[in-house]
């Protein structure tokens, strides 16, 4: 299969720029075999699947990525630093992809700049959360083997962590499903 796509890429179709989040080869009886693509629009993280025959010609976005630094929430949007030239830019909700409850002011996150312009926040997949509170062990859910309890992080996000987890430790969390992933 000779397609000029790779996962991640950004292109351009119908104005809009889209991360290439996967490809695949279909083929259906005698037909010729079709190449269908699932995309992500980038500013505002909605999927959208297309073939490729519907893509071309493919217009790649050049892009690069730099490092900013959260400074505040000002409203519906976020304001970052650029580590390097201390210029500063907003970010709205929707190009945070629902990272905003683990933003911490002073971290370095990867934002995706095209045109100049931010574009989207790149979020680490797990991220380190202080716990501020614990449920009683009497207050535990689950089956005897994987018994959990529900935990209020620093960023008052509720997570279900196992026992042995106390106020004041550190855990790891998995952005995506908010789930506990371990301790630190």
């Given at each position: 299969?000779?397609?000029?796509?790779?996962?991640?890429?950004?292109?351009?179709h119908q104005g809009h720029v889209y991360a290439v989040v996967e490809f695949q080869e279909r083929r259906t009886g005698k037909q010729r075999a079709t190449v269908h693509v699932a995309l992500r629009?980038?500013?505002?993280?909605h999927p959208v699947d297309r073939s490729l025959s519907d893509l071309e010609p493919i217009e790649e976005v050049?892009?690069?990525?730099?490092?900013?630094q959260y400074l505040y929430a000002k409203g519906d949007t976020h304001i970052f630093?650029?580590?390097?030239?201390?210029?500063?830019?907003e970010l709205a909700s929707p190009q945070l992809h629902g990272a905003e409850p683990f933003?911490?002011?002073?971290?370095?996150?990867?934002?995706?700049?095209v045109d100049g312009q931010p574009l989207a926040l790149n979020i680490p997949e797990v991220v380190l959360l202080g716990v501020a509170e614990t449920?009683?062990?009497?207050?535990?859910?689950g089956a005897s083997s994987n018994?959990?309890?529900e935990a209020t992080?620093?960023?008052?996000?509720?997570?279900?962590?196992?026992?042995?987890?106390?106020?004041?430790?550190?855990?790891?969390?998995?952005?995506r499903s908010r789930a506990y992933v371990g301790k630190e």
């Open positions: 299969m000779n397609v000029p796509l790779k996962r991640g890429m950004l292109i351009r629009d980038v500013r505002d993280g050049p892009h690069e990525i730099r490092a900013m630093m650029d580590s390097e030239s201390f210029d500063e830019f933003l911490k002011e002073g971290d370095e996150y990867r934002v995706t700049f449920a009683a062990p009497s207050h535990s859910v018994v959990m309890k992080l620093e960023n008052e996000l509720l997570v279900r962590v196992p026992l042995f987890i106390k106020m004041g430790d550190v855990i790891r969390v998995d952005t």
